[in-house]
């Protein structure tokens, strides 16, 4: 079982739509997760982050952590064209030294 | 807004030749980081740094690969003698402290070996 399973997509949406995408995980031991959007043969850019399970929300973007079934999301509401992209999860456990392990993206595309 | 910064956005290389690739983390950031993406693949953790020592490295990291803080700005990651599937992006990243801060990467650097 991978560590880290996040669907590929692609996932194409309407502008406006809300948007959700998942990662589950297996490693209890993650502890802290974050959400990156990756343009096109870029850096992967930090979103969002969290710890802990619960909701953190941050204008359009709402990143879900629930612990108990290794799984989290991110939503994103009032999807614009603008945030097409290949949307990373990533984790690490507590202690260490902040080893990301990633999902494999998922790729969106909001058309007008 | 602070940021990170690598040199060059693109290399290519022979095999068998040395490259180095260069970072410079935000300036009040204690922990350096490589990973690195092979075209359509997941984003692997290399190597971890700190204090001037390797923290934690993945079995990608092997003793063709090296990792220096050559100034108070600098973080370099070396690759001996480049092989073809060394080709991917090499991603820089820093974070303030230890676990649980956030990692903040670079544009990354686009290193093909011919």
């Known amino acids: 079982q991978k560590e880290v399973e996040q669907d590929p997509g692609p996932l194409s949406v309407p502008e406006g739509a809300i948007v959700s995408l998942n990662c589950t995980y297996s490693?209890?031991?993650?502890?802290?997760f974050m959400w990156y959007r990756q343009y096109s043969r870029k850096g992967p850019e930090l979103l969002m982050y969290?710890?802990?399970?619960g909701n953190k929300e941050d204008g359009r973007f709402t990143a879900q952590v629930d612990k108990s079934s290794k799984y989290i999301s991110l939503f994103i509401r009032d999807s614009q064209p603008s945030d097409s992209a290949t949307y990373l999860c990533?984790?690490?456990?507590?202690?260490?030294?902040?080893?990301?392990?990633f999902g494999a993206g998922t790729r969106l595309a909001v058309h007008p | 807004e602070p940021e990170v910064t690598q040199t060059p956005s693109h290399q290519v290389t022979q095999m068998g030749q040395e490259v180095i690739l260069r970072c410079v983390p935000i300036?009040?950031?204690?922990?350096f980081y490589w990973y690195r993406q092979i075209l359509g693949q997941k984003v692997e953790f290399l190597v971890s740094?700190?204090?001037?020592?390797?923290?934690?490295k993945s079995e990608i990291f092997d003793d063709q690969f090296s990792v220096e803080r050559p100034d108070g700005s600098n973080f370099t990651l070396k690759i001996r003698s480049t092989k073809l599937e060394d080709s991917a992006m090499y991603f820089c990243?820093?974070?303030?402290?230890?676990?649980?801060?956030?990692?903040?990467f670079g544009p990354g650097t686009r290193l093909l070996v011919l």
């Open positions: 990243a820093s974070s303030v402290r230890l676990a649980g801060d956030p990692e903040y």
């Open positions: 490693n209890s031991a993650f502890q802290y």
């Open positions: 969290t710890y802990s399970s």
């Open positions: 990533a984790m690490t456990p507590s202690g260490g030294y902040n080893k990301l392990i």
């Open positions: 300036s009040n950031h204690l922990y």
């Open positions: 740094f700190y204090n001037n020592e390797i923290s934690e």
